[in-house]
């Protein structure tokens, strides 16, 4: 994955009304999810914008509580490439992804952002693009390449995971279909259902036309 360079600043003061206030100052509310895992009580400081989670069994979840410049996370959110994202909050440097988007449900304009930390020892789960290669012979027999799935969700280390999952179709019939368990990448662990369709070569008129003249 490319890397995208944000700085964030701590958010200390929560709530719906401080959230408004900040998107009037074209910024946007951010937390980033997935630190560190302690046993409560937690008696050590916490840094400022990070709170607890309670998770149960006695533990619970260091989250941080941040917001960004709207237009530093454009590139980042306007885009069908992925980022491992290289944040920056008071001087300090954490790895994370883009875990989900709130927007507004008319204006369209970004509410929200959850971040998920990263790191080269614990897997992730991420949806990544799909690029269909090559020319199927379904095509050539006459019939339409279709693609069902634009991404498909992945989980391994975020340094491994690639910026698209490139699939031949060459051997792709006519009326075939190309399932999730049918593929297989070095270091990936694909977590849709294994049934479930990410590409099809359709039977056209013309391609029922020819089927019919040959026999």
Do not use: W
């Not at 992804?97 to 614990?122: M, N, R, W, Y």
């Not at 969700?153 to 019939?173: F, M, Q, S």
Request: hydrophobic share 40%.
């Amino acid at each position: 994955m490319k890397t995208f360079q944000l700085t964030a600043e701590p958010r200390t003061d929560l709530g719906k009304k401080a959230a408004k206030a900040i998107r009037k100052e074209n910024k946007i509310p951010v937390v980033l999810n997935g630190g560190e895992i302690v046993t409560l009580p937690y008696e050590k400081a916490l840094k400022p914008g990070e709170k607890i989670v309670e998770i149960g069994n006695g533990k619970g979840l260091i989250t941080t509580d941040l917001v960004v410049d709207r237009d530093a996370v454009r590139k980042l959110i306007y885009t069908p490439d992925i980022f491992a994202i290289e944040l920056t909050v008071n001087g300090e440097k954490r790895m994370a992804v883009l875990k989900d988007i709130q927007f507004h449900p008319v204006k369209d304009s970004v509410l929200h952002i959850d971040l998920l930390e990263v790191s080269d020892k614990k897997p992730v789960t991420i949806e990544v693009p799909v690029k269909l290669e090559g020319h199927a012979e379904g095509v050539k027999a006459g019939g339409k390449l279709t693609l069902s799935m634009k991404k498909i969700r992945v989980k391994a280390i975020y340094t491994e995971i690639p910026e698209r999952v490139v699939i031949n179709v060459d051997h792709l019939g006519l009326g075939k279909t190309l399932q999730i368990g049918e593929l297989h990448f070095d270091g990936l662990e694909l977590v849709n259902a294994k049934n479930a369709v990410v590409c099809a070569v359709q039977l056209t008129r013309a391609a029922r036309g020819a089927q019919a003249n040959a026999q």
